[in-house]
């Protein structure tokens, strides 16, 4: 069975949790997108994990892990991860697999991404800095590196100089920045190529050969819908295609093998950098909100901005990723609240509308409009099954997966892995 699980809000919806519990029945588990731009968080045995880059499902020994060839490739940030699972004495020795074709980030990337950030003044988008944006652009300019380029060092210098070549004169003459000199890169990066050479596979041949002999495969997105290139709330999006679709582009893998997509949101919504974001809460219920789920980036430890689900974001992504199921996250964090609200709409101008707005004017103008439900003022963290939710938890569950159309089939409402509960 091949299944993808895809964010359906702003990102942060909690994906790196709930890969790691579904990765208990998969052999593999694959990131077809997006890079260490991601901070994907697990807490097993008390202890919290912070994935960029490689996949949640790592903490279970039986599981293989693979960066395809969507995934753009911080080799530095790469290899700090993998040093600090061995420390915990996890190994991903055979069990980590890297696609040739994926596209290397290097540290002009990263700086690239933020002089470009710094110099779009008000319009700036609010990146991570890690050189996401710098490194897709190289790939669709055709001047970017692959990490296949990268395994032999003639073609890195050929490569790497052509690709200097373009980017110096931005950092000269338009950004008046120092420029890159490609022995310097060349000898911050040889050293790294020994260590990733035995990961670095053709991932599309050795997913299709898995698939073929049966293996369950996970397919993390990363991000979510609304970070989307095509379908997010352009231009504050990031800078790949973090919907179901990208699944298949970003792995090789072809739509007719994807049996199902898991979709993941929060009890309620957050957004970490700038754009648009119709149910935020300004003032001190948006800071409650932060407090009480913990909100900072697990990335850049910026603070999340809050506010209510909206359930118009989640009908469009329900649309755009074919969800078959909706995992809800961080219920818990609801717990103290007596009133929870819900977008069921949204007041365009004069216009009340069911669906998400086209085109960044209208959605920056859009109203939600709200439905009040009762809180349940409770603690649930301890709740083991569906029917020990007081009645209020249930009714706001199952508002929201009328609202969303797409069948809510598992909710997670604390860190742990037991706090965790299948319909
Ligand atoms: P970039 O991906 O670094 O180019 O950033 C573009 C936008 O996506 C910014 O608003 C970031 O805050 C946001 N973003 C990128 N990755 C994540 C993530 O993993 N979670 C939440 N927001 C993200």
């Not at 993390?220 to 179901?244: C, H, K, M, R, W």
């Not at 893998?253 to 957004?271: H, L, M, N, Q, S």
């Not at 069921?344 to 409009?369: C, K, T």
Request: aromatic share 8%; glycine share 10%; charged share 25%.
């Amino acid at each position: 069975m091949v299944t993808i699980v895809i964010g359906t809000q702003w990102g942060d919806e909690g994906k790196g949790k709930v890969i790691d519990y579904l990765a208990e029945n998969h052999q593999i588990v694959a990131r077809y997108q997006g890079g260490a731009n991601a901070g994907h968080t697990v807490v097993v045995n008390g202890k919290r994990y912070i994935f960029h880059l490689i996949p949640s499902g790592i903490l279970h020994p039986q599981a293989e892990c693979i960066l395809g060839n969507g995934v753009v490739i911080d080799p530095i940030s790469l290899l700090s991860e993998i040093d600090l699972l061995k420390k915990e004495n996890i190994s991903v020795t055979g069990r980590l697999w890297i696609s040739a074709n994926s596209h290397l980030t290097l540290t002009s990337h990263k700086m690239l991404d933020q002089v470009e950030d710094q110099y779009r003044g008000k319009g700036k988008l609010g990146t991570t800095g890690r050189g996401i944006g710098t490194t897709y652009t190289d790939k669709t300019s055709r001047i970017g590196i692959r990490l296949g380029d990268f395994l032999d060092a003639d073609t890195f210098r050929e490569k790497l100089t052509i690709n200097l070549q373009m980017k110096n004169y931005l950092f000269k003459e338009y950004y008046g920045k120092e420029i890159f000199q490609p022995e310097k890169i060349i000898e911050e990066y040889t050293p790294l190529r020994e260590r990733l050479r035995s990961m670095v596979i053709d991932t599309a041949k050795y997913l299709n050969d898995a698939i073929a002999k049966g293996k369950n495969v996970l397919c993390e997105g990363a991000q979510g819908t609304f970070l989307d290139i095509d379908f997010g709330t352009y231009p504050y999006v990031t800078a790949s295609n973090s919907t179901a679709g990208g699944a298949c582009t970003g792995l090789g893998i072809g739509p007719t093998k994807i049996d199902r997509v898991i979709g993941v949101a929060k009890a309620y919504t957050t957004r970490v950098g700038e754009g648009p974001f119709p149910t935020e809460l300004d003032g001190d219920l948006g800071e409650s909100l932060r407090d009480l789920g913990s909100e900072y980036g697990a990335t850049t430890g910026r603070p999340r901005r809050c506010g209510w689900f909206d359930s118009v974001l989640l009908r469009y992504a329900a649309m755009v990723n074919g969800l078959d199921a909706l995992f809800i996250t961080k219920l818990d964090v609801l717990d103290t609240l007596p009133v929870i609200k819900v977008a069921v709409a949204y007041q365009v101008g004069q216009e009340r509308s069911l669906d998400f707005p086209n085109g960044y004017r209208a959605l920056a103008e859009a109203q939600p409009i709200y439905e009040e439900l009762p809180g349940w003022q409770s603690d649930i963290s301890k709740v083991r099954k569906w029917s020990e939710f007081p009645d209020a938890t249930r009714k706001y569950l199952d508002r929201i997966e009328e609202l969303s159309g797409a069948p809510i089939t598992m909710v997670s409402f604390g860190p742990g892995r037991e706090q965790t509960i299948e319909k």
